[in-house]
């Protein structure tokens, strides 16, 4: 089956720790894009790449970090220096040949404790 | 930056009676994307808006494009239980990224059967 998928779906961290959430999609997509949703806010843009080997910030990047060594991959770290972590965090992805639909992967749930 | 506003934050209704979201840019869009998320889940693609003026049907669900391509609406009328969820609207800007999509923060719907 076409998709994308992320992994794990709950994630639980210390204080301090950096953690990666993983983010992979079997679509053919150029496009991948991390967000990150809080109660009441939406959906708030952390990064996004274009293509492999480049990714551009989003609206709130401070304290993430992301690669795209794969058109397949584009893996989120949450570092250290994000002050509020705690959130639930959705990937997506698109064609972006021409403006189309994102595909959103289940999300992951990441605690800080 | 380019903001998208959204309202209402929340609205509750009673099984068959009609709702509506709306949705308004700060600058000009090349489309309008909209999105549905189930309570856990991830947000689905429900539509996309290219034209000004724009008006397209999905059985009970009634989305419109505004002539100057800034805000837009998602309708639905006679409410189902099924329908309970935070839709999203999401916008391209006009010039800008064609891959950049900047979501509202959401309307969530809670029906009442």
């Known amino acids: 089956d076409g998709g994308i998928t992320q992994s794990p779906k709950y994630l639980f961290r210390k204080e301090g720790q950096n953690v990666t959430l993983s983010c992979e999609q079997n679509?053919?997509?150029?496009?991948m894009y991390w967000y990150r949703q809080d109660p009441g806010q939406g959906l708030r843009l952390i990064y996004y790449?274009?293509?492999?080997?480049?990714?551009q910030k989003g609206d709130i990047a401070e304290g993430y970090s992301v690669s795209r060594e794969k058109k397949e991959s584009f893996p989120l770290t949450v570092t250290s220096a994000q002050k509020n972590p705690t959130a639930f965090y959705l990937c997506?992805?698109?064609?972006?040949?021409?403006?189309?639909?994102?595909?959103f992967g289940q999300g992951t749930r990441l605690t800080v404790v | 930056g380019q903001q998208v506003m959204q309202i209402p934050q929340y609205q509750h209704v009673q099984e068959g009676e009609d709702f509506t979201t709306y949705c308004n840019s700060s600058?000009?869009?090349?489309?309008i994307q909209w999105y549905k998320q189930r309570p856990g889940g991830h947000p689905v693609f429900l539509i996309q808006?290219?034209?000004?003026?724009e008006v397209k049907k999905q059985k009970r669900l009634t989305f419109q494009f505004g002539e100057a391509k800034k805000n837009s609406s998602l309708h639905i009328t006679a409410t189902q239980t099924t329908d309970v969820g935070t839709y999203f609207c999401a916008g391209l800007r006009s010039g800008g990224s064609n891959y950049k999509l900047t979501f509202g923060k959401g309307t969530l719907l809670t029906v009442n059967p």
């Open positions: 997506a992805s698109n064609s972006g040949l021409s403006v189309t639909e994102a595909f």
């Open positions: 808006l290219v034209k000004s003026g």
């Open positions: 790449s274009q293509i492999v080997n480049d990714f």
């Open positions: 600058t000009t869009l090349s489309n």
């Open positions: 679509l053919n997509h150029d496009a």
